[in-house]
């Protein structure tokens, strides 16, 4: 980016593009060390006896793996229908 381009950013746009920065860094990074635990994970496993093997989170686990797992204990679409049904029911019988 030359220096005209940055100067005639709006602040808005300057820190759109800071942040953007930041994220494809961030995103480098987290592709790098999945790289690293992929490729020791398999170099473990070559001499590891079959029932021995070890996956990729037992290995290692992110913390931006961690923050992804506790999304998964939440309800699905269907379960929360069938909730919000059952408690419209409750209710229509009390009327």
């Known amino acids: ?12 746009a300057f820190w759109n ?3 953007g920065y930041w994220l494809d860094k961030e995103n480098t990074d987290r592709k790098e060390w999945i790289r690293c635990r992929w ?14 093997q070890i996956s990729l989170k037992q290995l290692v ?4 793996e961690k923050a992804e797992d506790k999304t998964e204990g939440m309800a699905t679409y269907k379960e929360t229908e069938d909730r919000y049904l059952a408690i419209l029911k409750r209710r229509n019988k009390k009327n």
């Open 1 to 12: 980016m030359s220096y005209e381009n940055l100067y005639n950013l709006t602040p808005r």
């Open 17 to 19: 593009a800071v942040d």
């Open 39 to 52: 490729q020791t994970c398999l170099l473990m496993n070559v001499t590891l006896p079959k029932k021995n």
């Open 61 to 64: 686990t992110f913390d931006w």
